[in-house]
Nanobody
Framework: VQLQASGGGLVQPGGSLTLSCAAS????????MYWLRQAPGKGIEWISQ???????YDKESVEGRITSSRDNAKNTLYLQMNRLKPEDTALYYC????????RGQGTQVTVSS
């Protein structure tokens, strides 16, 4: 199983980013997929999940700003992030399970002016 997250970077408050996660080594289209994040000094936090048919369930604290989507034909998971806040600063992981046992290396998102 390989999960390669990308698309992170430095963005100003109020800005947007879209993260991507390229998946391989398993049947992506039949798996629910998860986005997790870890802020500095804190534990890993679930923020969004994508069902196999593309529905997104998002953590209440980010709902309306951050949501998942996927392209099963490309084995790729996305995280659209809008109206970013400094507290969204974290290392973002895509994962095959909600606990993050099977997750990629993460991509850093920093929200700062």
């Amino acid at each position: 199983v390989q999960l390669q997250a990308s698309g992170g970077g430095l963005v100003q408050p109020g800005g947007s980013l879209t993260l991507s996660c390229a998946a391989s080594g398993f049947s992506f289209s039949s798996n629910w997929m998860y986005w997790l994040r870890q802020a500095p000094g804190k534990g890993i936090e679930w923020i969004s999940q994508s069902t196999s048919d593309g529905r997104s369930y998002d953590k209440e604290s980010v709902e309306g700003r951050i949501t998942s989507s996927r392209d099963n034909a490309k084995n790729t998971l996305y995280l659209q992030m809008n109206r970013l806040k400094p507290e969204d600063t974290a290392l973002y992981y895509c994962a095959r399970d909600i606990a993050g046992v099977t997750r990629g290396q993460g991509t850093q998102v920093t929200v700062s002016s």
